[in-house]
Antibody, heavy 118, light 107 residues
Framework: EVRLVESGGGLIQPGGSLKLSCAAS????????MHWVRQAPGKGLVWVSR????????DYADSVQGRFITSRDNAKNTLYLQMNSLRDDDTAVYYC???????????WGQGTMVTVSS | DIQMTQSPSSLSASVGDRVTITCRASQTINNYLNWYQQKPGKAPKLLIYAASSLQSGVPSRFSGSGSGTDFTLTISSLQPEDFATYYC?????????FGQGTKVEIK
């Protein structure tokens, strides 16, 4: 079964840091680009970041550029999102997603909640 | 950045109705457009890719059309399990922006 499982979410104070993980199974992880997408409570989907198969190309949304870092460990089949200088408006469910054919996000994790609040 | 605008933001419809959702890009994106369905508390699910191709396992009542800047998602006969929020996303360039979503509610 193809599966993505996020972890690492929680309550963090503004200005703090948090690292999310996304464990992949059931597919050849090191042959797929991977993405992060977030969704604030009651709001729509917002694309956050993507990373290529080798971890050498990374794109970010303007809202997280310079604060978030996406990385991957292909030996561990795991994607990461290091979030620094967190702000209230970073509060959201964070999903990881696998990129499939035609640049689709064809497999999604269940999401992990990040709450930034004092 | 390419802006994606969906309309309407929400709609009410009955089972059996034909439903159409539109998505407009702020610049041409050829056919680099995907549609997703999201139900409350769940992760999004891919429905349509490359503007008009049906993802495997998705019912044939879903269809997509369009190219350039204007796109449409159509549900030919709305079923109870189709009440959800639908999002378009462009993959022409980064950042890979989503539309704001269209919530389909029961009338």
């Amino acid at each position: 079964e193809v599966r993505l499982v996020e972890s690492g979410g929680g309550l963090i104070q503004p200005g703090g840091s948090l690292k999310l993980s996304c464990a992949a199974s059931g597919f050849t992880f090191n042959t797929h680009w991977m993405h992060w997408v977030r969704q604030a409570p009651g709001k729509g989907l917002v694309w956050v970041s993507r990373i290529n198969v080798g971890g050498t190309i990374r794109d970010y949304a303007d809202s997280v550029q310079g604060r978030f870092i996406t990385s991957r460990d292909n030996a561990k089949n795991t994607l990461y999102l290091q979030m620094n200088s967190l702000r209230d408006d970073d509060t959201a469910v964070y999903y990881c997603a696998k990129e499939g054919l035609y640049d689709t996000l064809d497999i999604w994790g269940q999401g992990t909640m990040v709450t930034v609040s004092s | 950045d390419i802006q994606m605008t969906q309309s309407p933001s929400s709609l009410s419809a009955s089972v059996g109705d034909r439903v159409t959702i539109t998505c407009r890009a702020s610049q041409t994106i050829n056919n680099y457009l995907n549609w997703y369905q999201q139900k409350p508390g769940k992760a999004p699910k891919l429905l349509i890719y490359a503007a008009s191709s049906l993802q495997s396992g998705v019912p044939s009542r879903f269809s997509g059309s369009g190219s350039g800047t204007d796109f449409t998602l159509t549900i030919s006969s709305l079923q109870p399990e189709d009440f959800a929020t639908y999002y378009c996303q462009q993959t022409y360039s980064s950042p890979r922006t989503f539309g704001q979503g269209t919530k389909v509610e029961i009338k």
